[in-house]
């Protein structure tokens, strides 16, 4: 029987509800807390023909228990479990928003004829991310807890109105699943159209499982259909033999790059899918920010909230959504040419398409003024000060994710540079050992790299509009490191610096193997584990030689089979050899540049055109002479934008033991962006506390890397972790400022949090712009409305 919305279900005030299907009824409620504090959240109460099973109950309670201990950014968090009477229960995180399955009905009777490729893409990302953290969960003695999710769908993935994305129902599936309940009329109704080819043969599930379930979604997504629909005798055998259409037979304008990604997850191998679901996010995400690079959760909000635009205004929402990304969704109808909101504009051709204008001024001001301080460009603190001119609003409000390198020493201000009136036509750069005078502005050039290999560096001297660096001859060499480890190439391994010092520079790795694609080859170790398969020996290594006062770097290798771990030891002045990486020089370390690396042709490839491009290159940023920052050291990629300053010259090249069989280019665009801050640019550690240990700080640090890639939502629960650890804390405080300031709607929790911070660090170096701000803001509100 249900239960009556007019009496209380336990703790919880049931508010109406929204289904009843499957295992459960499902109801909007309120937890009663003490002082009449109450927090909305989801009750999902199990059908009677299930709760009358003990079996079944005692698998529900324990997948319970493990769902609860689920917490991340992309998964629907699990507050409760119990029982009232007999009844037993679920409550989660209410999510303001709709189930895909619903936003793909939806997009689909709008005129759309799918979900357009970013925001497909986008959702299929976020949905890696959740499964992945999931995938990876251990006990308390550090044992895989083995979970997958079994059921992913549409159905089970939510999209809330402010652009987040949460998978529910983790360990439901399990449960109804060893219980046989899978051959229950309507419990799994459509759900065998997303079994893999061994969970359709009744063969024990891996995360693999996971990835072709969330491939078959994002097939739907972007094809607006399934790969294969009808009843299960005729489907599930056509499925395990991968007898489908490719996503480019149904849709012709696929990206032949994006058709074989996904054609990848949906291998019916397993061994030939992605290895993981991180391995199918990173993938994903290089495609889709290659592409469109300006691409945010804010876009898929605005998505979403104009999809069902009249059900918000039926509920007494608001729906406020910018025009440009409203000519955007009209060019997906093909109702008008694309607008350029999607595009990057080649740094010759500034764009002048307008960027969402915010709710209202302040928030993104504070977040580009303040926030971004955070990450390194106190300059931009400046903004909100002064009507900003057009282009540096254009620059301030850019959702690009910029890697800032900072580190200036203290010069006086300079007036900025103005841009000439035209560019001039392009000329070709010198490549000469001597640095021209600087001029004020660069003219419109490239440096085109030597036609043959050569064992002399090639170089280029700003200013200029782009570099082309070759893969046979501008190289960073391993081969210089003497210590090389061997590997199974069968096997698994995790590979970090669980200890990296502070302020150093990253350490680089390097895999020989015989099946291993270019761009898993190489890459940056963290104290996050990277996982590596195929490869036969690894070479770890810094590009400049390590400091002999600077400690030792410990590297683990760690074989997953065996569970056993190698340790690695670098001793000072282990470096790979940069005799041979493009050099460009006479950068202004007062100036800043934004950097864009981008393909030339098919791009370069290192390893032989089966094994795919390196898309990437190893830089290296020198600062000047006597300056106080360190060198810092990056991998940059593809479709990445990159912003430097306090530089005099950047080394960059293709890590290779071997050019010699190289072909191809990548091409570095440059932008000169500032002609110098008004005061030095630190790190964004050094706003910190240096006595911030622990938990307090390992949680500053991840919100300020979401904050970097404008995950705001993220930080912001990140920032709230952080204050309940160190509510006293003025950096938590400041990070919470920053971070509500850039979510709509949020701007008077974002005073809060300032006014907070004005408190505890009254003389604190930003403490004089955020009181001018507010101020602003609060003659603002006095003389005009917010600007809509």
Known sequence: MSPSLDEPFGRYELVSQLGRGGMAEVYRARLLGEAGVTKPVLIKKVLPEFATDPGFINMFISEARISATLSHGNIAQVYDFGRVGEEYFLAMEFVDGQPLHRVIKRALRSGLPSIPVPIALFIALEICRGLHYAHTRTDAQGRSLGLVHRDISPDNVLISYEG?????????????????????????????????????????????????????????????????????????????????????????????????????????????????????????????????????????SHFVQELFRQDLKNQGHKVQIPRSFQEQLAGWRGEMPTSPFFSTPPPSSPSTAPLPPPPSR???????????????????????????????????????????????????????????????????????????????????????????????????????????????????????????????????????????????????????????????????????????????SLKVFALKPLPAEAPARGVMVENVQRKDRQRITLPPGTAASTDRAFELKNLDPASSYRLLLVPIGQGAYTRGQTAGPLESLACARLPMNGASSREQQFLFREGTVLQVSGATNLLCGFIDDEPSDNQGELQIRITRTSGGPAWPSPSPYSLVNPQKVGEARRVFDEAMQYFGERQYDRAAILAARCLSLEPSDADCHLLAGATYASIPGRVEKAIRHYQTFLKLEPQHPLAAPIRQSLREYEAQKLQSPPVP
């Open 164 to 300: 987040q994305v949460k998978i529910v129902d983790f360990g439901i599936a399990k449960a109804r699943e060893l219980r046989g309940f899978t051959t229950e009329p309507g419990v799994v109704k459509g759900k065998y159209l997303f079994f893999s080819p061994e969970q359709a043969r009744g063969e024990e599930v891996t995360p693999l499982t996971d990835v072709w379930a969330t491939g078959i979604v994002l097939y739907e997504m972007l094809c607006g259909r399934m790969p294969l629909e009808g009843p299960p005798y005729v489907v599930v055998p056509k499925l395990g033999k991968g007898e489908f259409p490719r996503p480019s037979a149904i849709k012709p304008d696929i990206d032949p790059a994006l058709d074989a990604l996904i054609m990848r997850a949906l291998a019916v191998n397993r061994q030939d899918r992605f290895e993981s679901s991180n391995a199918f996010a990173e993938a994903l995400s290089e495609f889709l920010y290659s592409s469109t690079p300006r691409f945010s959760a804010l876009s898929l």
């Open 362 to 536: 302040l928030p993104l001001f504070l977040a580009a003024g303040v926030g971004v301080t955070l990450l390194g460009a106190m300059a931009a603190a400046l903004l909100w000060m002064k009507p900003p001119t057009e282009g540096a609003a254009k620059e301030a409000l850019s959702p690009l994710k910029p890697l800032e390198i900072a580190g200036a020493s203290p010069l006086p201000p300079r007036p900025p540079v103005q841009p000439p009136a035209a560019s001039p036509p392009p000329v070709q750069a010198p490549v000469s050992p001597e640095p021209p005078t600087p001029l004020a502005e660069p003219p419109s050039a490239v440096a085109p790299p030597e036609a043959e290999p050569s064992a002399s560096r090639a170089s280029a001297s700003y200013p200029v509009e782009s570099i082309r660096l070759d893969a046979r001859n501008d190289v960073i060499d391993p081969q210089s490191v003497p210590e090389t480890l061997a590997l199974e190439v069968g096997t698994t391994y995790r590979i970090s610096e669980p200890e990296p010092p502070r302020d150093s520079p990253p350490l680089f790795f390097w895999l020989e193997g015989p099946e291993l694609r270019a761009k898993d080859g190489v890459g940056v170790l963290s104290p996050k584990p990277v996982l590596v398969k195929g490869a036969t």
